[in-house]
């Protein structure tokens, strides 16, 4: 890996987010070009280039967090190739013909979870299960399960007295995600 | 397994270590709160996720909006134009196209990697009787089409395999190519290049010219693309021809 890999790696990693941002920047500045002249090349408006670019930087982030990209060579060109994975099922589900040695036919990261993401309706739903959350559970739960921080490093974040005590917030905040997706109908339908 | 949340978190982590991996699934086989715990666990953690994706999408919005407003590239968007402005924006487009038509910059090596590189299909087919080989090129192939190239590997480096048919070769640099190692994907492909392979050789030589256009050695891409233009009728010639075009403005 050289070194630019390294430091994109490490800034991904990294547990400030001012750092994950920088990596975001320089991944725009280095990459995005590329992704929307290969899509526009087929066709494909900017601002599709541009969704599935983010949605890439996404994936790019979890993976970097789960240890998925330590094999990885070049970040960027990994991130091309998400993107171009995305571009081909996007056109696929739009029941486009996709020319056979460009098939794509499942994506390295499934991104069905994301796809609903972004629709209005479930949006709106998360927009309320995190307002009955509160501020304290959704950074806590955030920072350790999406995040993957240690929690020595929540500790730092969140000030709390102990790690005790912030394991002891963690089991109360489980709860009480648990209990507001039982008491919202479409929420439910995530935990059956 | 005094407190099995943590356990649970650990290894939905992926902190626990082999050993203990095993002993928690052997204990999850016969103790089914555990097991039920687990799933519960799996489910919330997909409503965090959702929370989180959230989250980073606005932050990652917001760059791509910084992006944007420092002019690099500016999202298309459908703008209704008043009727007064109209014929003087189209004035002013056709003077913008005239200058970009006139002082447009050559796509450089890495963009024209981009827009030429695409997956070689690789398709085995079924077959009525399965020796361990054929049950390992199987294998790569979901692999390879699933786009799981670091998977590939390993199962490429079974002498087997490379030796059962020689599109394994090509596939194995392929796969280095999408993980960025193109000094291995070379190297691969050579392989192939010298042993004048009858079906891949000029695919290898194809995706040389790609990884070396990566890799900003010019002079290399061209050579293996000058192969392929004067192969007439035969694998990727014409795209070859507009290549050595587009390699030699950037010179």
């Known amino acids: 890996m050289q070194p630019i890999e390294e ?6 990693r990294s547990t400030n987010s001012r750092d994950t941002d920088r990596a975001f920047r320089i991944l725009y500045e280095e990459q995005y070009p590329i ?3 290969y899509i526009s090349s087929r066709s494909g408006q900017t601002q599709a280039a541009d969704d599935l670019f983010q949605e890439g930087l996404i994936v790019l982030y979890k993976m970097a967090r789960q240890g998925r990209l330590d094999h990885v060579k070049s970040i960027p060109q990994y991130l091309f190739t998400v993107c171009k994975h995305f571009w081909y099922r996007q056109q696929q589900q ?22 609903h993401l972004f629709a209005t309706e479930r949006g709106q739903l998360i927009d309320k299960l995190l307002q009955q959350l509160g501020t304290d559970c959704k950074t806590l739960l955030i920072h350790f399960y999406y995040d993957r921080l240690s929690m020595k490093e929540i500790l730092q974040k969140m000030h709390y007295n102990s790690e005790a005590a912030l394991k002891n917030k963690k089991s109360k905040c489980m709860k009480k995600l648990r209990d507001l997706c039982e008491a919202i109908p479409q929420l439910r339908n995530l935990l059956n | 397994m005094n407190q099995p949340q943590e356990y649970i978190d650990a290894y939905l982590r992926g902190e626990l270590s082999p050993e203990q991996v095993q002993e928690f699934e052997q204990e999850m086989k016969t103790n089914k709160e555990l097991a039920q715990a687990l799933n519960e666990r799996q489910k919330l953690m997909n409503v965090i996720d959702l929370l989180g994706d959230q989250q980073l999408q606005r932050r990652v919005g917001q760059i791509a909006k ?11 968007r459908l703008r209704i134009m008043r009727s007064a402005w109209w014929v003087a924006a189209a004035g002013i487009a056709l003077l913008v196209c005239a200058y970009f038509l006139l002082n447009r910059t050559p796509p450089t ?5 981009a827009a030429n590189f695409s997956l070689y299909p690789i398709e085995i087919g079924t077959r009525s009787e399965l020796n361990d080989t054929m049950r390992l090129e199987l294998e790569a192939e979901k692999r390879y089409n699933s786009g799981a190239f670091a998977e590939v590997l390993p199962l490429l480096d079974s002498a087997a395999i490379l030796t059962a048919d020689t599109k394994w070769q090509l596939a194995k640099g ?12 070379v190297r691969s492909l050579q392989v192939l290049i010298t042993e004048q392979d009858i079906l891949y050789e000029m695919p290898a030589r194809w995706y040389t010219a790609l990884s070396y256009l990566k890799l900003g050695d010019l002079d290399q891409a061209q050579a293996q693309l000058e192969v392929l233009a004067s192969n007439s009728g035969g694998f990727r010639q014409s795209e070859a021809v507009e290549l050595i075009e587009a390699v030699k403005q950037n010179r």
């Open chain 2, 174 to 185: 392929i796969c280095q190519m999408e993980l960025g190692d193109h000094q291995a994907a």
């Open chain 2, 66 to 76: 910084e992006y944007h407003e420092k002019g690099q590239t500016k999202p298309t």
């Open chain 1, 7 to 12: 430091d994109l790696l490490h800034l991904l």
């Open chain 2, 109 to 113: 090596p890495q963009e024209l990697y």
């Open chain 1, 94 to 115: 739009k029941g486009q013909t996709v020319a056979i040695e460009d098939q794509v036919t499942e994506i390295v990261e499934n991104p069905t979870v994301l796809s």
């Open chain 1, 35 to 37: 992704v929307a002249r």
